[in-house]
């Protein structure tokens, strides 16, 4: 029987079903009545043949040996296979066999035992591995990560990312905001010691200061801090009548502060600023305060009217005594005032010559 393999293939002679060299291009007659058979492959990627142990092939024939790509990955390990210098794929059996005629195969073996990647694990060769074998973690500005080995404390993280091997041990990190945040408290009623409900909403800024003892010690910590303002809250407005209240907005402010400062290091945080943002009356009692408020202010302006009706009347009194006792005054006086009637006359027509007469009596 005829075999034709061309330059690009191989061909693997077998007797009997039992390996007897390996064939190159060419042309080949082999009688397959006495048991000859020839497999042909294509010298690309990966070595199909698996009629026999490599190991055969090895040692029966050496140029076979120089023409592939042998790859043992140890236990542990995982590889990058490169065609031609690009990472291609990741080889996680325990052995491989690549054609390396036509294109140049390479293998770089990475070592899982050891958590914390190498180095040499770049962008492209994470590309290729699974995230079942890696673990990605980022730390953003203002965070700190605490890392975690089989639930062991292993080390604080900056900002930054890192990649972990998860083959070995259970790899975790915890990551704690260090950044100032907010908690806002809103409508929060509350009785006055007068036995009134009024809504309180407050405002408190804090940020952690010690991340890991928060982590082993502390669960829900936001969730505490609420619990806590509130219960401040209470124990303060409970003790004053609601107008009493309503007059020290400020020193509840200052109280609360002082009393959450006290307490910071109990939550491994520091408290920067708390105050009341408003106080909310029932609507009965809201009605009641305006009614209130225009009652004060009708009253103010009352006094502020009277006020200036008396000093009105004591300017008057005071330009009467001067004009008595200065005769000069009272005749400019009388001259103004006649100054001002004759601006509000048009046309004056006389028929005689009483009027005349009058105006210059008035005048003298």
């Known amino acids: 029987m005829k075999y034709q393999i061309n330059q690009n293939q191989c061909g693997f002679l077998l007797k009997a079903g039992c390996f007897v060299k390996t064939l190159y291009s060419g042309t080949y007659r082999y009688m397959k009545a006495l048991g000859y058979e020839i497999v042909v492959e294509d010298m690309e990627g990966m070595v199909e043949f698996d009629r026999v142990p490599k190991e055969i092939l090895f040692e029966k024939d050496k140029a076979f040996e120089e023409k592939v790509l042998h790859v043992v990955i140890p236990e542990g390990h995982i590889g990058i296979l490169k065609e031609n210098g690009v990472a291609r794929t990741i080889l996680t059996e325990n052995e491989y066999l690549y054609w390396n005629v036509w294109n140049r195969y390479g293998v770089e073996i990475l070592d899982m035992r050891v958590p914390e990647m190498a180095g040499q694990v770049n962008k492209a060769y994470l590309a290729q591995i699974p995230l079942k074998y890696y673990k990605k973690i980022e730390i953003q500005p203002g965070e700190l990560g605490i890392l975690y080995y089989d639930n062991q404390v292993e080390k604080e993280l900056k900002t930054g990312t890192y990649y972990y091997w998860v083959y070995s041990k ?195």
């Open 170 to 364: 259970d790899v975790l990190c915890r990551i704690v905001d260090l950044k100032i945040r907010p908690l806002e408290i809103s409508g929060q009623e509350i009785l006055t010691a007068d036995r009134i409900g009024v809504r309180i909403n407050l405002m408190c800024t804090y940020k952690v200061v010690e991340p890991r003892t928060m982590i082993e010690t502390i669960k829900n910590l936001e969730n505490q801090v609420y619990a806590y303002v509130q219960l401040v809250i209470r124990e303060y407005v409970g003790r004053y009548r609601l107008d009493e209240l309503l007059q020290q907005k400020e020193e509840i402010s200052q109280f609360i502060f002082k009393r959450l400062k006290e307490v910071q290091a109990d939550y491994c945080i520091e408290f920067h600023s708390a105050g009341i943002k408003d106080i909310i009356l029932p609507g009965e009692i809201r009605d009641i305060m305006n009614t209130v408020l225009v009652a004060e202010k009708k009253a103010q302006a009352n006094v502020i009217t009277r006020r200036e009706e008396v000093a009105s009347t004591r300017s008057l009194l005071n330009t009467a005594k001067l004009m008595d006792e200065n005769k000069t005054l009272y005749k400019l006086k009388e001259m103004e005032c006649l100054e001002r009637i004759c601006a509000q006359v048009g046309n004056i027509q006389v028929g005689g010559g009483a009027l005349l007469e009058q105006l210059q009596a008035l005048v003298r």
